[in-house]
């Protein structure tokens, strides 16, 4: 899915905080990928189509305004950053699908 969008030049972003969770499950000691996680985070770069969204203030009004439907503060951050930038939100947490907080990429 992301290749393909990759390939088409589409616009791909990710919240700020999706770096930090990378660098916390799969950085060093982590037998998650067998790829290392300053390798992962590089190819998120900017130069490969991907746009950083940082957290700002209307991100974390929005965290605020959202309730208790998700608990994860960085799921609720990634929510967040797609309902203000009006995005759909690639995920395979079924919190974060069943919640219908966001549109999802299928």
């Known amino acids: 899915m ?3 969008a990759v390939r088409r ?3 791909l972003a990710l919240s700020a905080i ?3 969770e990378i660098a ?3 950085g060093e000691g982590s037998t998650r990928l ?3 996680a ?3 985070l590089a190819a998120l770069g900017p130069g490969n189509g991907f746009h950083i969204v940082p957290i700002d203030v209307e991100i974390a009004a929005e965290v605020a305004a959202m ?3 998700l608990r994860d503060p960085a799921d609720r951050a990634i929510v967040a950053t797609a309902r203000i930038h009006r995005l759909r939100l690639v995920t395979s947490d079924q919190r974060i699908v069943e919640s219908k907080l966001v549109p999802v990429v299928e």
């Open 18 to 20: 999706t770096l930090l």
């Open 2 to 4: 992301l290749r393909g």
């Open 24 to 26: 916390v499950l799969f």
């Open 67 to 69: 309730g208790g439907a």
């Open 9 to 11: 030049c589409e616009p």
């Open 34 to 36: 067998t790829v290392p």
């Open 38 to 40: 300053q390798e992962l």
